[in-house]
């Protein structure tokens, strides 16, 4: 089956990601943590897996280039195929523990990793530092740090685009809405 319409997917993420080890074309497991709903029917339920792939991973000193793309839902013997790229910044579970105690709200939200800009062949890339993952103990030296994991728990969201659908789609609402209208 597939799904004929763009819609965002919240996530988690089921396996955590060690930045200093993953690259392109390793496999992600995701879960979804809301229901999709499409003209008023659920069309993936809340708790569905989603498996895909980091599609682009590059490290360019303490920064990071990270684009994923999500393949397929699948639940109770059901399975929709997708195509589906990150959609704004990870909210990292670790870090928002690691902050909860010590962050005024006014400061903004620490455990959002990332910015997001459109590509042309990615879909989508996520920016983001290295220190923008480890825990404000490791910041003088972020790369040598025990842990520098986007954490299982995390969560974000991804946006499926039918495949007939060209991918400046992805961010373009209104050349969205014509092209449906077709």
Known sequence: MALDERVDIPVELQNPLDLRYVNAGDAIKLKTTHEVVVGGHTVIPKGAIITGKISSFQ???????????????TWKGQTFDLRAYIWGPIKSIGLASDYATNIKPELGDPALIGRMHP???LGTVLDFF??????????????????????????????????????????????YGRARAL
């Open 59 to 73: 490290r360019n000193g303490e920064s990071v280039n990270m684009a994923l793309l999500a393949e397929r839902a």
């Open 119 to 121: 590509d042309a062949t």
């Open 130 to 175: 290295f220190l923008e993952v480890v825990s404000p103990s490791c910041h003088m030296d972020p790369l040598r740090c025990e842990k520098v994991a986007i954490e299982s728990g995390s969560s974000f969201v991804v946006r499926h685009l039918p495949p007939e659908y060209k991918l400046d789609l992805l961010f373009n609402d209104a050349a």
